[in-house]
């Protein structure tokens, strides 16, 4: 079965320090790879997605993660990121169209002034 | 469009009991499938209907089942409730999870066992 490693439990970063969360999957294949991000107290929202096309996926709010497939990883990034990136990031992948979501652990990341 | 919306958003059950978690998705999408969020184990699938079967089943014992209607509303139950069913139970909805589909989420109903 795929499953969704998530590297880093917590992060913490300064405001406007870059940020790499990393995400990796178990095995090739036909993939959907997606980062939602699950902002205090509100519902978890997608950030981008990738299906095909350019490895290099742009999403909402300045981020954008990179498929490398010889790699099995999704990684997330963002140049400069802003107290109001506090949330928790969850990385998921499914096997092609109506397979479910397989979620990472979560990587919480805590932005300071 | 409305967002998807689940009922109720928090709950107090004791162990035992059943209860039953209601979601209505997004108009015109016919997909839904019901997670659990617990802070040990993260997001783990449960259950996706579609035009009103059951497409897929994740790795839950047989008191958690669920069903949808025909107006793609989704309701999820849990019998004989135990302690580790305390968690956030989260709907998501999209139209047909095709490839690439997006599935949006709900705000979840909390669910506290005592």
């Known amino acids: 079965a795929q499953s969704v490693s998530q590297h880093n439990h917590h992060v913490i970063l300064s405001e406007a320090a870059s940020l790499e969360l990393g995400c990796n999957y178990s095995y090739g294949g036909t993939v959907n790879l997606f980062w939602y991000v699950q902002y205090p107290g509100q519902h978890l929202q997608l950030l981008l997605k990738?299906?095909?096309?350019?490895?290099l996926v742009k999403g909402i709010k300045g981020f954008e993660a990179e498929f490398i497939k010889s790699k099995f990883s999704f990684n997330l990034r963002k140049p400069s990121v802003q107290w109001s990136d506090t949330a928790e990031y969850f990385c998921a992948v499914n096997d092609g169209g109506n397979t479910p979501l397989v979620f990472g652990k979560g990587t919480r990341l805590s932005v300071i002034a | 469009k409305a967002g998807v919306t689940q009922t109720p958003r928090y709950l107090i059950k004791t162990r035992g009991q059943q209860v039953t978690l209601s979601c209505s998705p997004i108009?015109?999408?016919?997909?839904v499938s019901w997670y659990q969020q617990t802070p040990g184990q993260g997001l783990q699938f449960l259950f996706e209907?579609?035009?009103?079967?059951?497409?897929n089943k994740g790795n839950f014992p047989g008191r958690f089942s669920g069903r949808q209607f025909s107006n793609s509303r989704s309701e999820m139950n849990v019998s004989t409730l135990e302690l580790g069913d305390s968690a956030l139970y989260l709907c998501?909805?999209?139209?047909?999870?095709?490839?690439?589909?997006?599935?949006?989420f709900g705000p979840g109903t909390r669910l506290l066992v005592l």
């Open positions: 998501a909805s999209s139209d047909t999870m095709g490839v690439g589909e997006t599935q949006y």
């Open positions: 990738y299906f095909s096309g350019d490895p």
């Open positions: 209907y579609f035009s009103e079967t059951q497409r």
């Open positions: 108009s015109g999408h016919r997909s």
